[in-house]
């Protein structure tokens, strides 16, 4: 098996999922308890809202790049952000590294693509939302359009993740509006939402709405586990 190195923290809600659904998924590719290489570097989350709020993406940056390099130097063979927002910073991140970035948008798109949907609502923090790097990732690897709220809708929808998910938390009304958002989405013409933070798939699944949701979470956690699962794991699992 291949080691991955995840940099969590971001929050540690969302980072626990990863680890539980990377293990569990593993442990059924072998059928038993087998368990992954796998190495955590959990950073500060209230230092890194501190940072995004003022603005310091270039500090952001040198913080996971620290990260990503202990992992790196740890002997891990591929890095992930356990979050959306971090992928800001991640050109910078990925050419300081002498190992590949895990991206989540290629793991998001590649289940938009397979489910044959063109045009996608997207919730997230401020920065997933209005500063483009997935969208236009999406765009431009998969030919998958994006649609977001209005601004006004946009503003409380970050504050829902950073003052109540973050904490591991969300009130009915917050809820509500959440799920009145991906409706407005829905009418203005999105054929499926992308759940672009990774704490939003702890409050909603896939029966909560018409369209299809797009977990983030699980799909770039999968995207870890084909990494993992070498031709070297397929023979341990035959021995085994």
């Known amino acids: 098996m291949r080691s991955v190195g995840l940099i969590g923290g971001l929050s540690w809600h969302a980072s626990a999922e ?18 992954p290489p796998i190495l955590l570097d959990t950073l500060d ?9 003022a603005g310091r993406w270039d500090q952001i940056e040198r913080i996971l790049l620290r990260s990503a390099r202990r992992l790196q130097a740890a002997g891990v063979e591929a890095v992930a952000f356990c979050a959306n927002t971090p992928h800001k910073v991640y050109p910078g991140v990925a050419a300081g590294l ?5 991206h989540i948008a290629d793991a998001t798109g590649e289940a938009i693509r397979a489910a044959a ?12 939302m209005e500063d483009g790097y997935i969208a236009k990732w999406l765009s ?25 998910l973050a904490l591991g938390r969300l009130g009915d009304d917050s ?22 933070c990774t704490e939003l798939p702890l409050v909603f699944a896939a029966g909560d709405f018409a369209l299809p949701l797009f977990d ?25």
Do not use: C, W
């Open 18 to 35: 990863y680890y539980r659904h990377i293990n569990q998924a593993v442990n059924a590719h072998f059928g038993n308890n087998t368990n």
């Open 45 to 53: 989350q209230h230092d890194i809202h501190r940072l995004q709020a």
């Open 98 to 102: 002498r190992v590949p970035v895990l």
């Open 117 to 128: 949907v063109g045009n996608v609502g997207l919730l997230g923090t401020r920065y997933v």
């Open 140 to 164: 431009a690897h998969y030919g998958i359009d994006t649609l977001v709220p209005p601004a006004a809708a946009r503003e409380r929808i970050h504050a829902i993740i950073q003052r109540e």
């Open 175 to 196: 809820r509500a509006f959440l799920l009145a958002q991906m409706d407005t989405l829905r009418a203005a013409g999105a054929g499926g939402i992308i759940l672009g």
């Open 216 to 240: 983030t979470t699980r799909l770039h956690a999968d995207k870890v586990v084909d990494f993992i699962l070498s031709p070297e794991a397929t023979r341990h699992a035959r021995s085994s």
